[in-house]
T-cell receptor
């Protein structure tokens, strides 16, 4: 089954404790990205990757890191989480095609930083 | 820069009736795509429908149709014959370059029996 998986699905942590949210897709998609969802703001892109070893900032990259060492994986790293990073996080992937870049979303990770 | 505006924070509809969720957009790109996603209370993002800026006909997918008015920069979602399972958050989005989607704030739809 074609899918994007994320782990963990739920995480409660404390300020400053490094964490990683994993993302994996099995569709051989070149393009992957991370979004965060906050009430009243919709989803905003954090980072994206066009292919292996190619990553770039999205609209709200502060406080986050990513890496793309393999095509299927795109982990999101919070080196020193803060309470304003409490949010619902989505990983997405798509084929890098021109016309209809439908993004396949993972199930979401609900993060709470105390 | 691209922008999506969803002016209805919340809507309700009676079961089996039709409902229109509004979406207006702003972009300077001549070619773009418009999407609608559904987010039920469980949280996942479910793709509903897509409209390309050069598509001549309005997109339809089952009970979902997109009322695309390019000159007015609007892309409203019409849900026909609403069902209780349609109660959810609905997001309109536009392509923003490099396969990025720019999302609106969303509209929460409640379907009443």
């Amino acid at each position: 089954e074609a899918q994007v998986t994320q782990n963990p699905r739920y995480l409660i942590t404390v300020t400053g404790k490094k964490l990683t949210v994993t993302c994996s897709q099995n569709m051989n998609h070149e393009y992957m990205s991370w979004y965060r969802q906050d009430p009243g703001l919709g989803l905003r892109q954090i980072y994206y990757s066009m292919n292996v070893e190619v990553t770039d900032k999205g609209d709200v990259p502060e406080g986050y890191k990513v890496s793309r060492k393999e095509k299927r994986n795109f982990p999101l790293i919070l080196e020193s989480p803060s309470p304003n990073q409490t949010s619902l996080y989505f990983c997405a992937s798509s084929l890098t095609s021109g016309r209809a870049p439908e993004q396949f979303f993972g199930p979401g990770t609900r993060l709470t930083v105390l | 820069a691209q922008k999506i505006t969803q002016t209805q924070p919340g809507m309700f509809v009676q079961e089996k009736e039709a409902v229109t969720l509004d979406c207006t957009y702003d972009t300077s790109d001549p070619s773009y795509g418009l999407f609608w996603y559904k987010q039920p209370s469980s949280g996942e993002m479910i793709f509903l429908i897509y409209q390309g800026s050069y598509d001549q006909q309005n997109a339809t997918e089952g009970r979902y149709s997109l009322n695309f008015q390019k000159a007015r920069k609007s892309a409203n979602l019409v849900i026909s014959a609403s069902q209780l399972g349609d109660s959810a958050m609905y997001f309109c989005a536009i392509t923003g370059g490099y396969n990025k989607l720019i999302f609106g704030a969303g509209t929460r739809l409640a379907v009443h029996p």
